[in-house]
């Protein structure tokens, strides 16, 4: 260690050349493309009410005519569905893409009293009665309308000259209008679109168009001006946080424009000349408008789609990242070739030789999964700091956990904490518990880490996901299964110096960019409350501090036990005196590592407001992080941090594919094996760990399909359904003297039920799953338990309240 200051100095140096060689001035032109199509012109002298898609296919409606265009974009059919209806005057349309509904109206009037839904049967536009959508609460003047997959809004002006916005779940089985207070001003609106959780309206105001914001949890925000006038109901939502306008700013013709409704600041797309424009509608991942053709006679359309450039890795960054993942392999088989393989204490728990602070590194190292590297810098972007409250509370829940806890199960010499189970209860619990611990380690959590990865090669390779998750997943497989704990550990190590060192190095790089530097970079995050930490309100559907208290409660203190990913670490090493020392190393090392993942999305935030040109409409908020990386990061550079995106994932990855393994092995396979013997044990584990990669790579591969706005937040709820009712039979076997198997059993299985009757209801924040099947499995198992004989064992070592000498030896499990 003494020779590392020079090459650290001479990194350090190179970094810095290459940063200072990238001029930020260079990239101010915009990521995003566009591509315009001429469609074939609609030969009509009626004007048109609206334009639409339906289920992807563009629909023009007249007063009494509407026409499709075919499937393969060659001509205007006339169709059989007359807009006209008995229900009232049709007075616009409004739809996402997908879905479409009808406004109609009083006849010889603007206003708008009911809605229908628009669909497509047999290829013919109709009007679809079930469920049936009620007529408004009140008649809208000047209205605007918007739907997403779920809602549909209605905003304008009431009778009494009143602004008013109506919202409607169009899913329900029985849907009814939701009607809101209006925004400030009572302008009408010239624009209305819904952006995930929200809605968006501009109105017209002193000093140009305004832009505000409506979610129901904070009511109305005004967003800021304008920067020209929007086509009136040209809004539409694309990706996760961005919205189209077309604007004409007086200077030319109308051009589209994105609302990043995050940072709050515009940016306009190039190429995108819409000139005469009279009507639009979401189609694909563009706009198909609607303006006067060229020489008089009927209308011509276009569709503007925005297209994504491949952000590829140059020479240097591969160079970087196969020699970080050579060296992964090399340790793993450096491990392979030194350790010998007919000792399962040396392939689960490393022979109990690994030094406290090597374990504290790597249960650091684990818990920090790509998870934190991708997912915690895009909450932060999006929200603020108050997830990190977890982390600092976190901290004192580690000390007890240090002090009680794990000294208490190390003095066992257990390899699967689900030992400790059988020990005190019933071999049933036992499996039962390690059985659930590896679907929740398989299904939410390994499929989440290997996605996350997956998903920043994609972005910054243009290679497809699919194939990331397998290049990913086959990596880790391999060094996992060859070098077995002291592999993992000490690749952990050298994993959490990668990782951090990319990410300070991201950090700081975004202030160079800034004129102002740090004092630019504080005052736009302030501005924005990006840093708020602490929430001392008692709403519990959002994350509070006291929520943080209750979720760290149970979530560390209490379930700390049953993770065998981390508690496996403290296994490993010599003593309960350094086991304890390892959770002490982990604690002082979360708090400042924290700060440092969360700041990397207030930094994003600040970097992407001053550049909104430079982001990704189409793009998830979860790419945010690897949009960054690869657009604007120096060569070489990218590469670092594309390894400590490696890192961060392969650490998490290898611990559970080790942990899985020991499970399988010790659980299962030596409970259930007529002749167990250590090199069988050792040999079934590599299989488990091979077996275990492959379906957390099946797992991440479906998960791709789907389209999730926060997969920090299904990780979390995943954890919470799947995680808490075992953790409640080890609270009351180590606190209690009283709890019995049959109780325990009878508090699990209830636990579970009820919270999945919680979630079923959407009662609270996805935080508190866990707390609440956790208290349910203690308070329901304990009165259970006082229902059945006390144990009439001896507990000695097997709870808090009785006292072992340092030669306790473990005892043999006892049913009850």
Same mark, same amino acid.
């Given at each position: 260690?003494?020779?590392?200051?020079?090459?650290?100095?001479?990194?350090?140096?190179?970094?810095?050349?290459?940063?200072?060689?990238?001029?930020?001035?260079?990239?101010?032109?915009?990521?995003?493309?566009?591509?315009?199509?001429?469609?074939?012109?609609?030969?009509?002298?009626?004007?048109?009410?609206?334009?639409?898609?339906?289920?992807?296919?563009?629909?023009?409606?007249?007063?009494?005519?509407?026409?499709?265009?075919?499937?393969?974009?060659?001509?205007?059919?006339?169709?059989?569905?007359?807009?006209?209806?008995?229900?009232?005057?049709?007075?616009?349309?409004?739809?996402?893409?997908?879905?479409?509904?009808?406004?109609?109206?009083?006849?010889?009037?603007?206003?708008?009293?009911?809605?229908?839904?628009?669909?497509?049967?047999?290829?013919?536009?109709?009007?679809?009665?079930?469920?049936?959508?009620?007529?408004?609460?009140?008649?809208?003047?000047?209205?605007?309308?918007?739907?997403?997959?779920?809602?549909?809004?209605?905003?304008?002006?009431?009778?009494?000259?009143?602004?008013?916005?109506?919202?409607?779940?169009?899913?329900?089985?029985?849907?009814?209008?939701?009607?809101?207070?209006?925004?400030?001003?009572?302008?009408?609106?010239?624009?209305?679109?819904?952006?995930?959780?929200?809605?968006?309206?501009?109105?017209?105001?002193?000093?140009?168009?305004?832009?505000?914001?409506?979610?129901?949890?904070?009511?109305?925000?005004?967003?800021?001006?304008?920067?020209?006038?929007?086509?009136?109901?040209?809004?539409?939502?694309?990706?996760?946080?961005?919205?189209?306008?077309?604007?004409?700013?007086?200077?030319?013709?109308?051009?589209?424009?994105?609302?990043?409704?995050?940072?709050?600041? *515009?940016?306009?797309?190039?190429?995108?000349?819409?000139?005469?424009?009279?009507?639009?509608?979401?189609?694909?991942?563009?706009?198909?408008?609607?303006?006067?053709?060229?020489?008089?006679?009927?209308?011509?359309?276009?569709?503007?789609?925005?297209?994504?450039?491949?952000?590829?890795?140059? *020479?240097?960054?591969?160079?970087?990242?196969?020699?970080?993942?050579?060296?992964?392999?090399?340790?793993?088989?450096?491990?392979?070739?030194?350790?010998?393989?007919?000792?399962?204490?040396?392939?689960?728990?490393?022979?109990?030789?690994?030094?406290?602070?090597?374990?504290?590194?790597?249960?650091?190292?684990?818990?920090?999964?790509?998870?934190?590297?991708?997912?915690?810098?895009?909450?932060?972007?999006?929200?603020?700091?108050?997830?990190?409250?977890?982390?600092?509370?976190?901290?004192?829940?580690?000390?007890?956990?240090?002090?009680?806890?794990?000294?208490?199960?190390?003095?066992?010499?257990?390899?699967?904490?689900?030992?400790?189970?059988?020990?005190?209860?019933?071999?049933?619990?036992?499996?039962?518990?390690?059985?659930?611990?590896?679907?929740?380690?398989?299904?939410?959590?390994?499929?989440?880490?290997?996605?996350?990865?997956?998903?920043?090669?994609?972005?910054?390779?243009?290679?497809?996901?699919?194939?990331?998750?397998?290049?990913?997943?086959?990596?880790?497989?391999?060094?996992?299964?060859?070098?077995?704990?002291?592999?993992?550990?000490?690749?952990?190590?050298?994993?959490?110096?990668?990782?951090?060192?990319?990410?300070?190095?991201?950090?700081?790089?975004?202030?160079?960019?800034?004129?102002?530097?740090?004092?630019?970079?504080?005052?736009?995050?302030?501005?924005?409350?990006?840093?708020?930490?602490?929430?001392?309100?008692?709403?519990?559907?959002?994350?509070?501090?006291?929520?943080?208290?209750?979720?760290?409660?149970?979530?560390?203190?209490?379930?700390?036990?049953?993770?065998?990913?981390?508690?496996?670490?403290?296994?490993?090493?010599?003593?309960?005196?350094?086991?304890?020392?390892?959770? *002490?190393?982990?604690?002082?090392?979360?708090?400042?590592?924290?700060?440092?993942?969360?700041?990397?999305?207030?930094?994003?935030?600040?970097?992407?407001?001053?550049?909104?040109?430079?982001?990704?409409?189409?793009?998830?908020?979860?790419?945010?992080?690897?949009?960054?990386?690869?657009?604007?990061?120096?060569?070489?550079?990218?590469?670092?941090?594309?390894?400590?995106?490696?890192?961060?994932?392969?650490?998490?990855?290898?611990?559970?594919?080790?942990?899985?393994?020991?499970?399988?092995?010790?659980?299962?396979?030596?409970?259930?094996?007529?002749?167990?013997?250590?090199?069988?044990?050792?040999?079934?584990?590599?299989?488990?760990?091979?077996?275990?990669?492959?379906?957390?790579?099946?797992?991440?591969?479906?998960?791709?399909?789907?389209?999730?706005?926060?997969?920090?937040?299904?990780?979390?709820?995943?954890?919470?359904?799947?995680?808490?009712?075992?953790?409640?039979?080890?609270?009351?076997?180590?606190?209690?003297?009283?709890?019995?198997?049959?109780?325990?059993?009878?508090?699990?299985?209830?636990?579970?039920?009820?919270?999945?009757?919680?979630?079923?209801?959407?009662?609270?924040?996805?935080?508190?799953?866990?707390?609440?099947?956790?208290?349910?499995?203690?308070?329901?198992?304990?009165?259970?338990?006082?229902?059945?004989?006390?144990?009439?064992?001896?507990?000695?070592?097997?709870?808090?309240?009785?006292?072992?000498?340092?030669?306790?030896?473990?005892?043999?499990?006892?049913?009850?």
């Amino acid at each position: 260690m003494s020779h590392s200051p020079l090459p650290m100095r001479a990194l350090l140096a190179v970094l810095l050349l290459l940063a200072t060689a990238w001029s930020p001035l260079t990239h101010a032109e915009s990521l995003s493309k566009v591509k315009t199509t001429a469609l074939p012109t609609l030969a009509t002298d009626q004007p048109l009410i609206g334009l639409v898609a339906v289920e992807g296919r563009p629909l023009a409606i007249g007063a009494d005519q509407a026409w499709m265009l075919d499937s393969r974009g060659g001509s205007w059919t006339a169709l059989n569905w007359k807009p006209a209806a008995a229900s009232g005057e049709l007075k616009s349309v409004v739809g996402n893409g997908q879905l479409a509904f009808l406004l109609r109206g009083p006849a010889q009037s603007s206003a708008v009293a009911s809605v229908e839904r628009l669909g497509l049967i047999n290829g013919q536009p109709t009007v679809t009665p079930l469920p049936p959508l009620p007529p408004l609460p009140v008649v809208v003047e000047g209205a605007r309308a918007a739907a997403n997959a779920d809602n549909v809004y209605v905003a304008g002006i009431d009778a009494n000259g009143q602004a008013v916005l109506l919202s409607l779940v169009s899913t329900a089985t029985k849907p009814e209008w939701k009607k809101s207070a209006g925004w400030p001003g009572n302008a009408s609106p010239t624009s209305l679109v819904a952006q995930t959780s929200a809605v968006f309206v501009t109105v017209p105001a002193a000093g140009g168009e305004r832009i505000l914001r409506w979610a129901a949890d904070s009511g109305w925000q005004d967003k800021g001006r304008v920067p020209g006038k929007i086509v009136p109901g040209s809004a539409r939502a694309i990706g996760q946080a961005h919205v189209i306008y077309l604007v004409a700013d007086g200077s030319g013709p109308a051009q589209m424009r994105t609302f990043q409704t995050i940072t709050g600041s *515009w940016a306009t797309l190039p190429d995108s000349d819409a000139a005469g424009v009279f009507a639009t509608a979401a189609l694909d991942n563009g706009v198909l408008w609607a303006r006067p053709a060229a020489d008089g006679k009927g209308i011509a359309f276009e569709s503007t789609q925005i297209q994504s450039g491949k952000l590829l890795l140059r *020479w240097l960054d591969w160079i970087v990242i196969v020699v970080y993942l050579g060296a992964m392999l090399g340790m793993g088989f450096y491990f392979y070739i030194r350790e010998k393989r007919n000792s399962t204490s040396d392939f689960f728990v490393g022979g109990r030789t690994i030094p406290f602070w090597a374990a504290g590194v790597s249960l650091y190292a684990a818990n920090t999964s790509s998870i934190s590297f991708i997912a915690i810098p895009a909450k932060a972007f999006e929200t603020n700091w108050q997830y990190l409250t977890n982390n600092l509370v976190a901290v004192l829940g580690l000390m007890f956990v240090a002090v009680w806890i794990v000294p208490l199960l190390r003095r066992l010499n257990l390899m699967s904490v689900f030992s400790y189970l059988e020990t005190r209860f019933h071999p049933t619990i036992r499996m039962l518990a390690s059985a659930l611990c590896i679907i929740m380690q398989i299904g939410s959590r390994m499929s989440v880490v290997l996605f996350l990865p997956a998903l920043a090669i994609a972005t910054i390779t243009g290679i497809r996901v699919e194939w990331s998750i397998l290049m990913m997943g086959g990596f880790t497989i391999i060094y996992t299964a060859m070098g077995g704990m002291k592999a993992v550990i000490w690749t952990d190590f050298v994993q959490v110096i990668v990782k951090m060192g990319g990410a300070i190095f991201a950090i700081l790089f975004i202030v160079w960019t800034l004129k102002g530097g740090f004092g630019e970079f504080h005052d736009i995050a302030q501005a924005a409350d990006k840093t708020k930490l602490l929430d001392f309100s008692f709403d519990l559907t959002k994350a509070t501090v006291w929520g943080f208290i209750f979720l760290v409660l149970f979530d560390v203190v209490l379930t700390f036990p049953k993770d065998q990913v981390l508690m496996q670490r403290t296994l490993s090493t010599k003593s309960d005196k350094e086991a304890g020392r390892s959770i *002490w190393a982990f604690a002082l090392i979360m708090i400042p590592g924290g700060f440092i993942f969360y700041s990397i999305g207030t930094a994003l935030f600040v970097y992407y407001k001053n550049n909104p040109e430079r982001m990704n409409p189409l793009l998830p908020i979860d790419a945010t992080f690897p949009l960054f990386i690869a657009a604007e990061l120096p060569m070489g550079v990218t590469g670092l941090i594309i390894a400590g995106i490696f890192a961060a994932a392969m650490a998490t990855l290898s611990s559970i594919m080790n942990s899985v393994a020991t499970l399988a092995s010790v659980d299962f396979y030596e409970k259930l094996s007529k002749n167990p013997t250590p090199k069988k044990s050792v040999l079934f584990a590599e299989i488990a760990t091979v077996a275990t990669g492959l379906l957390g790579i099946g797992v991440a591969l479906l998960l791709s399909r789907f389209d999730i706005h926060s997969l920090f937040d299904v990780s979390i709820e995943l954890a919470g359904l799947l995680g808490g009712g075992f953790a409640g039979a080890y609270t009351l076997g180590m606190f209690t003297r009283r709890a019995n198997s049959a109780g325990v059993a009878i508090g699990v299985a209830s636990s579970i039920g009820l919270t999945l009757l919680a979630w079923s209801m959407d009662l609270v924040h996805p935080y508190f799953y866990l707390a609440i099947s956790i208290m349910l499995c203690i308070v329901i198992g304990y009165l259970a338990s006082l229902l059945f004989p006390a144990p009439t064992r001896d507990l000695d070592g097997l709870t808090i309240w009785v006292k072992s000498d340092s030669n306790y030896v473990k005892p043999e499990p006892v049913r009850q």
